[in-house]
Structure formats: structure tokens, C-alpha cells
């Protein structure tokens, strides 16, 4: 008697195979467009920490701040809406809180768009 299975399929283990690779292809090339994203994301709210702590050391209005923030995002290609940009102080204390609101946009093969949706609030104070 021999071992041998009658109904053998021939290429099935190949397939699998494949497949797995296509598979972390397109994990890969996912975490390659998406990671430096996340890593902007990063660098930005650093900025944005500067700015906040700026602004509050030297007392800048509202509009400065806008200005800067705007500047900012147009540097590190996000896209902030008009309305995305709260600054909130508190009565009678110097230290402001940058509340933005900012997203990119990703394009992958096939016309497909992703928009990465982020939100950050960094506050400023003398470090008391």
C-alpha cells in the first residue's frame, strides 16, 4: 500500500502563495503612502506646540496666531478649513490653546481618495 492521496491537486499551494504575497504588497505599499503621513502629523502638532507657546509669551492676537497656523499647515501640505482654527483663552490669563482641525488627501491607483482627517490642540504657557 502506498501513501499517496488519489485526489491530489497540483498548483493549490502555489496560488496560496501568491496570494499572500498580493496581499502584503498591498499592506505595504498602505504603510508606505500612510506612515510619513502619521509622521507629518507629529512634526505638526510639535510646530504647533511653538506656536502656542509663542503666542502666549508674546501676546499675540488672534489673527497672528491664524496667520501662523495657516502658514504652517500650507508648509507641510495639509489642508485646514476657514473655521478649522479655534483659539481659546482663558479671562484674564495670558496662555492661549490652538484647537485645529486639518486633513491630506491621498490618492492611491485606480482614482481611489482617502482623506486623512486629524485633529490637535496645543496649549501655550510660561512653563509654571
Known amino acids: 500500500m502506498r501513501n499517496t492521496p488519489e485526489g491530489r491537486q497540483r498548483g493549490a499551494g502555489n496560488l496560496g502563495c501568491l496570494f499572500v504575497i498580493l496581499i502584503l504588497a498591498v499592506l505595504g505599499y498602505g504603510g ?74 491621498l490618492e492611491f491607483p485606480g482614482d481611489y481618495e482617502y482623506v486623512l482627517e486629524f485633529h490637535s490642540a496645543a496649549a501655550g504657557n510660561f512653563g509654571w
Open 32 to 105: 508606505y503612502r500612510i506612515v510619513p503621513v502619521y509622521m507629518d502629523q507629529d512634526d505638526f502638532f510639535d510646530e504647533l506646540l511653538l506656536i502656542a507657546g509663542k503666542g502666549t509669551v508674546q501676546r499675540w492676537d488672534d489673527r497672528v496666531v491664524r496667520r501662523q497656523v495657516t502658514a504652517l499647515a500650507q508648509n507641510m501640505d495639509f489642508q485646514v478649513a476657514p473655521n478649522g482654527i479655534r483659539i481659546e483663552r482663558e479671562r484674564e490669563r495670558p496662555e492661549i490653546i490652538v484647537v485645529v482641525d486639518y486633513s491630506r488627501t
